[in-house]
């Protein structure tokens, strides 16, 4: 059975830093796109960052370049989402995501998490 497990989201001030984590498991992901989307109420699902198992080639959407970091751990199967310098636009839920071959997107994907709650307060 395949999962992803994100963890390591809560409350933060703006400013500060949080890393989101990825536990996929069920099978191998070498091949597959890795990314991450958050959810802010009333909003739609919305692109954060994603990138190649293989060849560690990533993509960030404009809102949080330079602030945050996609990587991964081949040992433990886990793909990291390190944001710092958090906004109060950065709240929401944060889902991790897996996709075949091709690049993930919000519609787009083979599978999702649950997704963790990312909190940023003035």
């Not at 059975?1 to 191998?28: D, F, M, P």
């Not at 198992?53 to 433990?76: E, H, L, M, P, Q």
């Amino acid at each position: 059975q395949v999962q992803l497990v994100e963890s390591g989201g809560g409350l933060v001030q703006a400013g500060g830093s949080l890393r989101l984590s990825c536990v996929a498991s069920g099978r191998t992901f070498s091949s597959y796109s890795m990314g991450w989307f958050r959810q802010a109420p009333g909003k739609e699902q919305e692109f954060v960052s994603r990138m190649m198992w293989s060849d560690g080639s990533r993509v960030y959407a404009d809102s949080v370049k330079g602030r945050f970091t996609i990587s991964r751990d081949n040992a433990k199967n886990t793909v990291y989402l390190q944001m710092n310098s958090l906004k109060l636009e950065d709240t929401a839920v944060y889902y991790c995501a897996a996709r075949a071959y091709e690049s993930v997107t919000t519609t787009a994907y083979d599978y999702r998490g649950q997704g963790t709650q990312v909190t940023v307060s003035s």
